[in-house]
Each structure stands twice: as structure tokens, then as C-alpha cells.
């Protein structure tokens, strides 16, 4: 007679405070007026979870919310004020509880994901299960959470483009604004499947751009887009946004694709206009602009969780900080020109 084996235990839940550290603001305005407040401790609901942050990334459109900037913004995320007043989106954490309806995460997953609005900065965060997947033990939670908005922005403008497929062999791709969040990601998925890239950015960052695996480099401030070969590039990711649509279009190939992921534009309606440019000019035109918004996609994260697990590709991590200095890293976001990632780690568990 066979013995049978001992029934596996679930992970005991964590006693979960009524209280939490928060960095919030909970009017617009520049980061310098982020404090750090006790609040309550979300309850999950229906298909959430909650999590104890482990790590937190800082985006720009963090700073765009925080400032109300451009004034569209407030139009989603609140008219008068913030109607979340806690930044961060892109979180890596621990799951201390789930909520109704929840079959596929338990007590004790690690994850990462994006967080609708925010709530991030923050000890603990609710978060919608389907925006969620797993963290490999082997992957840090510092490197993970750089990856749901910036590394998935990156793959999904990549697609939109038309270089969605694996292997992009004799493919040529402009990215403008190369040295940023997005642009590091997407200089080195286009170089993963074989495409020959070539990069703006500024001049400190090209040889960090060059090391990414882009064949040519190039300092915007120095060289035109008038300047570069025209009918060249399959595709142009445009991350930057400080040239003229039709200058960009001439590059492409017939049958190119221009991808627009800026979201700087004006201080009311931030990026429509240049939007509505593109429209105009795409009217008719053999080379393409097609309209792109990327939006979480929990299949395109995984991949890109294991693309890094597997160190086939890798965040740019300009600055780290501790829980404590979530606003000189706000601040740091708001200056402008990060290269890569900026993170803030969570807050330390008691006793650590």
C-alpha cells in the first residue's frame, strides 16, 4: 500500500494593517508638494487583488498626472483635482490578499503589473488580476517593474509599425527619442529580431544607445531628420515628438509605417493636434501612420518578463531610491531627459 503524500498548505495571509504610507498630492502641481500621509489600506474587489509593493517605476505620464499637464488629462483622472492622489502605475509586489472572483493568483504570488491610475507609491496597492502576471524568483522586483508601461509601449509601437513578427532580418527602424524609457526597450527588441536600427538621442547617451545594439547613432540636436537618407526606413517609432510629421514621413519606404508615441504637445490638448497632423497627412499616402495607443496586455508582459528572465534583453536603470525619497525621484522624472528607468523601492517590511 502506497503511503499518501501530505496535503499542501496554503500560504498563511499576512496580518494586513488598517493603516498604510502613502506618498500622495491631492491637488496638481509639481512634485515638490508630494507628502507622505497614513491612509487606509484598500480592501480588494471583485477580480482584485492587494498587494505590499515591492518596487515602483516612475513613468512620465506619472509627472503628466501629477501636474495636470496637459490640461486633457484632468478630463480622466479628475477636473478639479486628482480623483487618485497616490502616483505609480508600474508595480512589482507581493499578493497578501484576493478578492471575490479571483481563481488564478493566491496569497503569496509575486507579480507585476500595471495599476489603472495609479496607487503605486504606496505600501500596499489593489490591482486588477487580468492586468497581472508572475515574477520569476530570478528576476528582481527592481527590474521587473520597469517593464508593463515603457518595455509594453516599446513592443506594441514596434507592432503597430509592422515589425511585430520575430525575425525583421533587412528591416531598417528610426527611433527618435532613443535614450528614454520606451526608446531603450525598443532599440533593443528591434535589434532582438533583427532589424538594423538607427537612433536619436542626446550626445552623452549615444554610446550607452550604440552599446543597446543600434548600428547608427545620432545626436538630435546636431543632425536634422532633413538630413537623414529619405524612402530609408521600414518604420519610425517617434518617442520624441519635436519633428515635423511630414519631414518623417519622407523617410519611410513605400508601404513605411510612422508610429507615434509621444505624449508631449501643448500645455490643453497635449498631443491632438499632432495626432490630427497625422491624420491629414496620412490621407491618401502609401506610407502609413497609423493611429496608436498601447494599453496593458497581459500576454505581451509575460513575454517581455521572460525576455529579461532569460537576459535577452534588459531595463536601463538610471537611479534607484528608497521608499523615503519618492519625491526627489518624482522630481527627478518631472526634470525631464531620464535616460531609461527611474525606480522607488517599497517600503521596507517592519523589522527589516
Not at 313 to 338: C, K, M, N, R, S
Request: charged share 20%; hydrophobic share 45%; with cysteine.
Amino acid at each position: 500500500m502506497s503511503t499518501p503524500e501530505p496535503a499542501t498548505s496554503l500560504p498563511e495571509a499576512p496580518a494586513i494593517p488598517a493603516t498604510m504610507r502613502a506618498w500622495s498630492r491631492r491637488d496638481y502641481g509639481p512634485a515638490d508638494g508630494t507628502t507622505a500621509t497614513d491612509i487606509p489600506v484598500p480592501t480588494p474587489r471583485k477580480n482584485e487583488v492587494l498587494l505590499r509593493i515591492r518596487a515602483t517605476a516612475i513613468n512620465a505620464g506619472d509627472v503628466r498626472i501629477l501636474l495636470g499637464d496637459p490640461l486633457l488629462v484632468r478630463a480622466a483622472f479628475g477636473l478639479r483635482r486628482p480623483k487618485q492622489p497616490v502616483r505609480g502605475m508600474d508595480v512589482a509586489g507581493t499578493v497578501v490578499a484576493v478578492g471575490p472572483g479571483v481563481i488564478d493568483a493566491r496569497v503569496g504570488d509575486e507579480v507585476v503589473g500595471e495599476l489603472p491610475g495609479g496607487g503605486g507609491l504606496a505600501t500596499y496597492a489593489v490591482a486588477p488580476v487580468d492586468r497581472l502576471v508572475a515574477r520569476p524568483s530570478t528576476l528582481d522586483p527592481v527590474v521587473a517593474t520597469t517593464l508593463p508601461i515603457a518595455a509594453g509601449t516599446a513592443h506594441q509601437a514596434l507592432s503597430a509599425g509592422g515589425l511585430g513578427a520575430p525575425e525583421l532580418a533587412g528591416k531598417r527602424v528610426l527611433v527618435l527619442g532613443a535614450s528614454g524609457g520606451v526608446g531603450t526597450f525598443a532599440v533593443q527588441l528591434a535589434v532582438l529580431r533583427g532589424a538594423e536600427v538607427w537612433a536619436s538621442c542626446g550626445e552623452p547617451n549615444r554610446q550607452l544607445v550604440g552599446e543597446l545594439g543600434a548600428a547608427r547613432t545620432f545626436d538630435y540636436r546636431a543632425t536634422r531628420v532633413d538630413e537623414l537618407p529619405r524612402d530609408h526606413f521600414d518604420a519610425v517609432i517617434d518617442i520624441a515628438g519635436g519633428d515635423r510629421i511630414g519631414a518623417l514621413q519622407r523617410l519611410l519606404v513605400v508601404g513605411g509605417a510612422l508610429v507615434q508615441v509621444t505624449g508631449n504637445g501643448g500645455p490643453v490638448f497635449g498631443p491632438i493636434p499632432r495626432m490630427l497632423s497625422a491624420l491629414v497627412h496620412s490621407i491618401g499616402s502609401s506610407r502609413r501612420i497609423p493611429f496608436f495607443a498601447a494599453a496593458p496586455k497581459r500576454d505581451v508582459l509575460a513575454e517581455l518578463v521572460g525576455l529579461v528572465a532569460d537576459r535577452r534583453i534588459a531595463p536601463v536603470i538610471e537611479a534607484v531610491y528608497d521608499f523615503d525619497e519618492t519625491v526627489a525621484a518624482l522630481e527627478h522624472v518631472e526634470a525631464g531627459h531620464t535616460v531609461g528607468k527611474v525606480v522607488v523601492r517599497g517600503e521596507p517590511a517592519p523589522g527589516a
